[in-house]
């Protein structure tokens, strides 16, 4: 007999899916294996495979086009709080189009294994100067238009930030924009720069050249 812990791991892996693929799974056997699992941690495209079945994005990812296209003749137009963009220079900076799938996912030295703040992040891209081949606030807004399954598909459980566009809020303090997924969808929010940043919280980057 089926214990109540085993059922809702199996109730909840068929969550969503039709008769013909639950019919699949236990023709196959496969019951006895989703019974010690941890459902939260189980990859059902793999289970689909084993079925014979496609993956479940398998098909809609492919075809999304990773080209983002920007009308730099546009300027941004910032938040009424946004006292002074720290970079105007740089903000209709960068090529016409770019592909989201060749963008570098930088992260600062210390970010690799443990955390820093945010301006220990801008002051390292200053000193070094990488801001100008940063995205900014038009690039990351370019992203987020294109909705959420273009998001997951190339920055999926991660906060991405646009650093070549810092803002001084009129209370005097820096902020930088981010994006990251939510149950609204792709979400994009000033982050004060004394904040924490994580390995999930790379500066988005334009390729060089030589990739």
């Not at 993956?55 to 946004?82: A, F, M």
């Not at 720290?86 to 955390?115: A, C, M, T, Y």
Request: charged content about 25%.
């Amino acid at each position: 007999m089926a214990t109540l812990e085993q059922a809702e791991k199996i109730l909840s892996f068929f969550n969503g899916k039709d008769t013909a693929e639950v019919q699949e799974f236990i023709s196959r056997g496969l019951l006895s294996d989703l019974t010690k699992a941890n459902p939260s941690q189980i990859n059902r495209n793999e289970y689909r495979k084993v079925c014979g079945l496609r993956p479940k994005d398998e098909g809609l990812t492919s075809r999304i086009d990773p080209i983002i296209k920007i009308d730099r003749s546009v300027c941004p137009t910032y938040p009424d709080w946004v006292k002074e963009a720290q970079h105007r220079e740089l903000e209709n900076s960068g090529p016409g189009e770019f592909d989201v799938s060749k963008l570098e996912q930088w992260l600062h030295p210390d970010q690799e294994n443990g955390i820093v703040t945010g301006d220990v992040i801008y002051k390292y891209l200053k000193d070094n100067l990488l801001l100008e081949g940063c995205l900014g606030f038009v690039e990351l807004l370019a992203i987020q238009s294109r909705g959420i399954e273009f998001f997951r598909k190339y920055f999926s459980g991660k906060f991405v930030f646009g650093w070549k566009s810092v803002v001084l809020h009129s209370d005097g303090d820096l902020l930088v924009p981010c994006l990251f997924e939510s149950g609204r969808g792709v979400v994009l929010r000033w982050n004060w720069l004394d904040n924490s940043c994580f390995s999930d919280c790379p500066t988005l980057r334009l390729a060089s050249p030589q990739d």
